[in-house]
């Protein structure tokens, strides 16, 4: 007997509310929810793909991902309950928190990439 209490699998109207609310840069197509990350080189990619891996490993909830030279994209759907879950919004919004992190932003002691020096480019913030 499973005791596992069913995932609630929010409807397009819900998953639209809760993107535009929660996670603006993150659309809903196709099944999943989805964000383009764009980056400045193949390396930059690369370390996006790491980074949304071990976010991922760790969550145990794994996204499917494209990439390209100088792009990442990560989808998200919960195929064990066949839609999009709270799981594929907090996996979500955690990528989103380190992906787009800042630290010069926040004024503490990390300065964070040299904005103005293309050789250390990294991420296209948005």
Known sequence: ??????????????????LEKE?????????????KYKTQSWKSTLMVINTVGHLAEAAWHHPDITASYAW?????????????TDKDFELAKKIEDVVQWQPAKEGGALEGTPPTDQRFAYIKYD
Do not use: C, F, Q
């Open 1 to 18: 007997m499973n005791d596992t209490p069913k995932e609630k699998v929010y409807s397009e109207a819900e998953i639209a509310d809760r």
């Open 23 to 35: 996670l603006p840069k993150w659309r809903y197509e196709n099944g999943w929810i989805r964000r």
């Open 72 to 84: 990442v994209e990560v989808r998200l759907m919960n195929h064990a309950a066949k839609g999009i």
